[in-house]
T-cell receptor, first 113, second 117 residues
Framework: KQEVTQIPAALSVPEGENLVLNCSFTDSAIYNLQWFRQDPGKGLTSLLLIQSSQREQTSGRLNASLDKSSGRSTLYIAASQPGDSATYLCAVLTQGGSEKLVFGKGTKLTVNP | DTEVTQTPKHLVMGMTNKKSLKCEQHMGHRAMYWYKQKAKKPPELMFVYSYEKLSINESVPSRFSPECPNSSLLNLHLHALQPEDSALYLC????????????????FGAGSRLTVL
């Protein structure tokens, strides 16, 4: 059974700092890994999707990496801004016929001005 | 149009009421999903539709009844709910089921906040 863990559970940084969020998963037989952002009480916004054959994806100040063999992904945020404050969720789509995205519990990020 | 639209944004209902949540997308996606999210928890899959047919039911109680009347619309009918069913209900879609390709991004709506009294 796939399990996804995100560390840390919460992170508070000053504005302008570069930061890394971590995600690990137990079953390396995945189709893809997706990073989402969720603001309080809102839906999920997809940030980046990395297919199992890829090593990284970039979008603006965000860079996500994937090491499938070790079951790890990182989300790097450069030059953080107060508007980046949100909960960041990592989700994995596992091979084996199920459409079920397995989510981590998220990292709550606060960027202080 | 690159959005998944959910209505209503907020819904309060009693345990004897019948109500429905609606989800709409015009991206031509043929796979649509219902997720449930409790406070401070990650989303949990409820149902998956593929080409308007129910593909996955994650052992959801029958008081939740999904319906996919056409390729753009997904409903969730609610009847005789319990207070513990209060949650954020999220709809999502993608072009098609995975089928060996991990290329498709799952796009979520903003959610419907349900409170059961």
């Amino acid at each position: 059974k796939q399990e996804v863990t995100q560390i840390p559970a919460a992170l508070s940084v000053p504005e302008g700092e570069n930061l890394v969020l971590n995600c690990s998963f137990t079953d390396s037989a995945i189709y893809n890994l997706q990073w989402f952002r969720q603001d309080p009480g809102k839906g999920l916004t997809s940030l980046l999707l990395i297919q199992s054959s890829q090593r990284e994806q970039t979008s603006g100040r965000l860079n996500a990496s994937l090491d499938k063999s070790s079951g790890r992904s990182t989300l790097y945020i450069a030059a953080s801004q107060p508007g980046d404050s949100a909960t960041y969720l990592c989700a994995v789509l596992t091979q084996g016929g199920s459409e079920k995205l397995v989510f981590g519990k998220g990292t709550k990020l606060t960027v202080n001005p | 149009d690159t959005e998944v639209t959910q209505t209503p944004k907020h819904l309060v209902m009693g345990m004897t009421n019948k109500k429905s949540l609606k989800c709409e997308q015009h991206m031509g996606h043929r796979a649509m999903y219902w997720y449930k999210q409790k406070a401070k928890k990650p989303p949990e899959l409820m149902f998956v539709y593929s080409y308007e047919k129910l593909s996955i039911n994650e052992s959801v109680p029958s008081r939740f009844s999904p319906e996919c009347p056409n390729s753009s619309l997904l409903n969730l009918h609610l009847h005789a709910l319990q207070p513990e069913d209060s949650a954020l209900y999220l709809c999502a879609s993608k072009p098609r089921l995975t089928g060996g390709s991990g290329a498709n991004v799952l796009t979520f709506g903003a959610g419907s906040r349900l409170t059961v009294l």
